[in-house]
Nanobody, 115 residues
Framework: QVHVAESGGGLVQPGGSLNLSCTASGDIFRIGIMAWYRQAPGKEREFVADITTGGLTNYADFVEGRFTISRDNAKDAMYLQMNSLKSEDTAVYYC?????????WGQGTQVTVSS
């Protein structure tokens, strides 16, 4: 069995920073591409960023250089450093992980940007 979990969300003021983490555990042979998605209230889930095993990254246009995705293959972990946060970044952030030909999702972590 495989378990994927996010952490690091919370309440932050506009302009602030948060660092999200995603860890995978369980019966894992190989982790492929890892990605962050988010879903704001009343909106569809949208892509934020992804990273390959080799470290190649891809970002959504709205990131505008404010977020940095990274991963630690030895720890089966992925991170999202978010800076210069805006109110429109408020959403539940989800980790999506390709593990042994199956895509797993975490339960999500709430990020709220508000003064």
């Amino acid at each position: 069995q495989v378990h994927v979990a996010e952490s690091g969300g919370g309440l932050v003021q506009p302009g602030g920073s948060l660092n999200l983490s995603c860890t995978a555990s369980g019966d894992i042979f190989r982790i492929g591409i890892m990605a962050w998605y988010r879903q704001a209230p009343g909106k569809e889930r949208e892509f934020v960023a992804d990273i390959t095993t080799g470290g190649l990254t891809n970002y959504a246009d709205f990131v505008e250089g404010r977020f940095t995705i990274s991963r630690d293959n030895a720890k089966d972990a992925m991170y999202l450093q978010m800076n210069s946060l805006k109110s429109e970044d408020t959403a539940v952030y989800y980790c999506s992980t390709r593990i042994d030909l199956t895509t797993y999702w975490g339960q999500g972590t709430q990020v709220t940007v508000s003064s």
